[in-house]
């Protein structure tokens, strides 16, 4: 009996030693030769990727179009329509249209930002390419709490590596302590001897990448920190005070993607690409805008406005047969008319019919192909913007510098920075400086309505920034609200926008967590941490 068992132990022993040299055999078969592993891959690439999605999703129909024009730009009364799709202007409900850029957001930069986070850490080759992944990441997070609150953030991306799959949403607040932590130390981190990451699109071909890139993250701490005015002054004042005299000095600093025409959809001017594919004929600029330009002698306004209709035959191709960029033949769009129907209080055609362009919709104003084009570039983050901060900041604590000169270098620069469109769009120093001049006979000292108000001027074409410096500043400057039929925010200015219908399924218990944060629940009307109802 007991030689037996000795046997039968034995023949255990053998079928186990078997049993891994078979799993070491069928390991090695399994593995694919030539796949591509992390170390394999440069992600210098994925830093391009990140730079030019950030700019907007090339999803046809997707947030650059529905989101960004359809809610956010209308939202400040940048532009207008008279089209039923454009719910911004008169706060119509669109479950769908306002949370298609959470969506984008999370396929089209988030996951590839983590992944660029995830390759580059730890390894002293990317240290540079790491700093900056940490600074983009911010920048996109930042964006989508910005315009929605709470969201998923410390597992937002991870399904690959973690397999999380419905990531929580984070607290808003929790978010941006987080955000001013990582974009503080990653700007401290940037080494001039270090690696010059080659896959950046908007510092690579300057002078010195690396101090552009010190320059761009601590303007970008300032634009966080000032998110937070009015809810927490003493973060916001502990933060400016740490980037002053490191932000950026001239338009040359400025963070431009340049867009290319290619056969690459992510290349190409999303603004452009969407406006032109889904209608081109809907979108006006907003009275507010053209009247506010005119009233002040803005020399932007032949720059940024043309009346333009008319095709040959009704060929596209051969649009406009008529063209005019004069200042003084631009009408803006009032906010909240249709065209169409039989109630005269949202009719333009019986509300204004007096007062109509003879061509009708054809006779407003629409932003000119110096911005709507395909290789028009995108002005993500610049002088003008930091100099008015700079001012908003020193208006407000006496911490910063000279507010009027901060106010007068960011009036200057966000009227020369229209240079980044081509000849086309270039404006004279000694024109911005007759407007500077001008504005100030007219206005006085700066205070804090102008210079938000230039701010909310010189972010056109950022259509999600000048909403939340708009909100962030005590609803500066002051817009008139519509108040059309059906409406849901009851007359008033959106605060947020709506998370997406997906989310209640792919990640309910989440979704209906964030929700119950919310005073009001998931409403355009609901505020966002930092956008406290009482102050400036």
């Known amino acids: 009996m007991k030689i037996k068992n000795i046997y039968l132990i034995a023949i255990a022993a053998s079928i186990m030693i078997a049993a891994v040299s078979c799993k070491k055999d069928l390991a090695k078969t399994n593995t694919n030769p030539d796949a591509i592993t992390g170390d394999q891959v440069n992600p210098n690439l994925l830093l391009t990727t990140v730079q030019l999605a950030y700019t907007g999703s090339p999803s046809v129909g997707g947030s650059a179009w529905v989101t960004k024009w359809g809610a956010v730009g209308c939202f400040v009364q940048h532009v207008a329509s008279t089209g039923g799709f454009y719910y911004g202007d008169k706060y119509l409900n669109n479950i769908g249209g306002m949370g298609a850029m959470f969506q984008d957001t999370y396929t089209i930069s988030v996951q590839p930002v983590v992944e660029l986070y995830q390759l580059s850490a730890n390894k002293p080759q990317y240290r540079n390419l790491h700093q900056m992944a940490r600074i983009m990441k911010a920048m996109i997070f930042e964006q989508l709490t910005d315009l929605y609150g709470d969201v998923p953030y410390f597992q937002a991306g991870l399904g690959y590596y973690d397999r999380i799959y419905t990531p929580v949403y984070d607290k808003q607040q929790v978010i941006y302590t987080d955000l001013l932590k990582e974009v503080s130390q990653a700007t401290d981190s940037l080494d001039e001897g270090a690696d010059k990451p080659t896959g950046d699109i908007l510092y690579s071909q300057a002078g010195d990448q690396i101090a552009e890139w010190k320059m761009f993250g601590n303007s970008l701490l300032l634009r966080m920190a000032m998110r937070l005015t009015k809810v927490d002054p003493a973060t916001a004042q502990k933060y400016v005070t740490q980037v002053v005299g490191k932000t950026m000095k001239s338009n040359n600093d400025n963070a431009i993607v340049q867009h290319v025409l290619s056969a690459n959809s992510l290349t190409s001017n999303q603004d452009a690409a969407q ?3 889904q209608d081109s004929v809907d979108i006006r600029l907003s ?17 940024v406005a043309w009346v333009a209709y008319g095709t040959t035959n009704n060929d596209p191709s051969t649009f406009p047969t008529f063209s005019d ?3 003084a033949s631009q009408i803006g769009l009032p906010p909240g008319y249709i065209i169409g129907g039989l109630n005269p209080a949202i009719n333009l055609l019986i509300v204004a019919k ?7 919709l054809a006779g407003y104003s629409r932003l000119s192909d110096n911005m709507l084009a395909i290789n028009a570039p995108s002005l993500i983050l610049t002088y003008s913007e930091t100099e008015l901060l700079l001012a908003d900041a ?11 000169t901060h106010f007068e270098n960011g009036v200057e620069a966000a009227i020369t920075q229209l240079a980044a469109y081509g000849g086309a769009a270039t404006i004279s120093s000694g024109d911005a400086q007759t407007y500077y001049n001008n504005f100030l006979t007219t206005y006085g000292p700066v205070n804090l309505s102008q210079i938000n108000m230039q701010y909310w001027l010189s972010s056109l074409m ?10 962030r500043s005590g609803d500066l400057p002051k817009l008139i609200p519509t108040n059309y039929p059906g409406n849901v ?6 605060r947020r926008l709506t998370y997406p219908p997906s989310q209640k399924v792919t990640n309910l218990a989440n979704y209906n967590a964030a929700v119950a944060g919310l005073t009001g629940g998931d409403k355009i009307t609901s505020r966002v941490w930092w956008d406290v109802a009482s102050g400036n």
């Open 287 to 303: 009275s507010t805008i053209v009247s506010n330009m005119q009233k002040n002698s803005d020399p932007r306004l032949p720059v």
């Open 489 to 494: 925010s009851g007359g008033t200015i959106p």
């Open 394 to 404: 020193s208006k407000r604590w006496g911490i910063g510098g000279d507010a009027q």
């Open 354 to 360: 007096d007062s109509l362009p003879a061509q009708v």
């Open 462 to 471: 950022d259509e999600y920034e000048s909403w939340s410096n708009w909100r």
């Open 275 to 277: 406006i032109f594919s």
């Open 325 to 327: 960029n004069s200042a």
